[in-house]
């Protein structure tokens, strides 16, 4: 299954869990860091919302690139 | 001219209760007087919405609705219970529309605002343009969550709308103060604890057949077998609450002889009375020494309101069926009351109906909350 497909599944059954691990997946795999930025921010997001501790990290990621 | 005939009402239910009249129909029948009603009574005074215990656990956050307004009632992260408007401040989307528990922050459905369980607006993704969450025309500290004036006393979550109000201490001293023995931990029963009654009839009527004990011999015959009228007291506090009290309260015993433990430290009094107000404008209220309750009511409409009923023990704990057995008790009280406040409610579409009388020496307690309703409304036209 391509990530695109994976990422559409798991917003289809709203499973916020597995959105953090993929948006972050499409993050870490796009050369483009205005696209990676989208996609850390997706993550965050849903992270942010369940209280999953990588909140922070990707909160860091997002800052060092000023985008929060 | 309508409106001197008006006023002239009002004065005539401030009167003295030998000659004082009830509340004219159009309180209860016409949705002007209704909408006049929100602002005068229920949005400046402290309103009940609900329990504290409907939000058991920190983070629990429970969309309510208010007279039409969107509420959301939460527990935040310091265990602090608080009601905000349940809406995001970016497009006024609804931010909650069920019952769930927030582990993180509330995220809007629309597009993703984030808010602290306090209120705080925490973030706004892609406000900035895609990837860029931050924009220097959106200031976070100043786009939090609006949050209602709320305060908890007796489980209950009182909420004051219009800011307007003296803070519920001052305001309900008294009760405090006469209750305060049961200032002690409240168990909710649980989910066998509490009831909701769907009532075809203002608000108001729901109040004034509480707080009399006038029509326990005719509508509760099996209430007054034990719990009698002569027994009773009448409770009135201008301009705060009113109700009745029992001078003997039965306790219910098991076939075992088993009975519901005691709340902590009670005087003589309480070991054999037990007390039952409306604490003005909308909930009501009863202390035994073994249990109490709540009653919130919910005024969904001029003709229609939904009794949220909440029984509660002095222990975490009590006998199963004992507290089964309570609870259907109860219930078989409240609704041997439907047919009076649904049947009051009717009759006031007859226009002959002129506010009728007061007994002098029994309607105390209702006229006691018709001249706190008569001087709101006095006093918010006079504005
Ligand atoms: S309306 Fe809530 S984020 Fe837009
Ligand atoms: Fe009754």
């Keep these: 299954m391509t990530l695109e497909q994976a990422l559409l599944d798991a917003h289809a059954r709203h499973d916020a869990p597995a959105l953090v691990g993929l948006y972050t997946q499409a993050a870490d795999v796009t050369a483009d860091n205005q696209a990676a930025c989208f996609y850390l921010t997706q993550a965050y997001v849903y992270a942010l919302e369940q209280g999953d501790p990588t909140a922070t990290a990707l909160y860091d990621r997002l800052s060092s690139q000023g985008r929060v | 001219m309508a409106k001197d005939a008006v006023s002239d009402m009002l004065g005539a239910v401030q009167q003295p209760i030998e000659h004082a009249r009830g509340l004219a129909n159009a309180h209860y029948t016409d949705p002007a007087h209704f909408a006049e009603e929100k602002n005068a009574v229920l949005f400046s005074s402290w309103a009940g919405l609900a329990v504290a215990s409907d939000v058991p656990h920190v983070g629990d956050a429970k969309p309510l609705t208010f007279l039409g307004i969107p509420l959301l009632l939460i527990r935040d992260r310091t265990g602090q219970v608080r009601v905000f408007q349940n809406i995001c401040r970016h497009r006024g989307m609804i931010l909650v529309s069920e019952p769930k528990n927030i582990q993180g922050a509330i995220r809007c459905p629309y597009h993703s605002w984030c808010y602290g369980t306090d209120g705080a607006l925490v973030s706004t993704p892609h406000v900035g343009g895609p990837g860029h969450n931050t924009h220097e025309a959106i200031d976070k500290s100043t786009l939090g969550l ?78 007054n077998s034990y719990s009698r009228l002569e027994d009773h007291y009448n409770i009135t506090e201008q301009g705060c609450y009113s109700g009745q009290g029992t001078l003997v309260y039965r306790q219910l015993t098991g076939e075992e002889g088993q009975v519901f433990p005691d709340f902590e430290g009670l005087s003589d009094h309480w070991i054999s009375g037990g007390e039952y107000v409306a604490i003005y404008p909308n909930v009501l209220l009863g202390v035994q020494r073994d249990h109490a309750f709540v009653i919130v009511l919910e005024p969904v409409s001029l003709d229609q309101t939904c009794e949220h009923v909440h029984l509660y023990y002095a222990a975490p704990a009590v006998d199963d069926s004992l507290r089964a057995r309570n609870a259907a008790q109860w219930r078989d009280v409240f609704e041997e009351d439907i047919f009076v406040v649904e049947g009051m409610y009717k009759g006031r579409s007859a226009p002959a109906f002129d506010g009728g009388r007061f007994s002098p020496v029994m309607d105390g307690p209702t006229h006691c909350f018709h001249d706190w309703v008569a001087g709101r409304i006095a006093a918010h036209r006079a504005r």
């Design chain 2, 146 to 223: 609006s949050e209602v004036r709320s305060h908890v006393w007796f489980d209950t979550v009182f909420i004051n709308i219009d800011g307007t109000a003296r803070p519920f201490e001052d305001v309900h001293a008294n009760l405090i103060a006469r209750w305060s023995i049961f200032d002690q931990p409240l168990h909710h029963g649980g989910a066998d604890s509490r009831f909701v009654l769907d009532v075809q009839t203002n608000w108001k009527l729901a109040v004034e057949n509480y707080c009399e004990s006038y029509h326990l011999p005719w509508v509760h015959p099996g209430l």
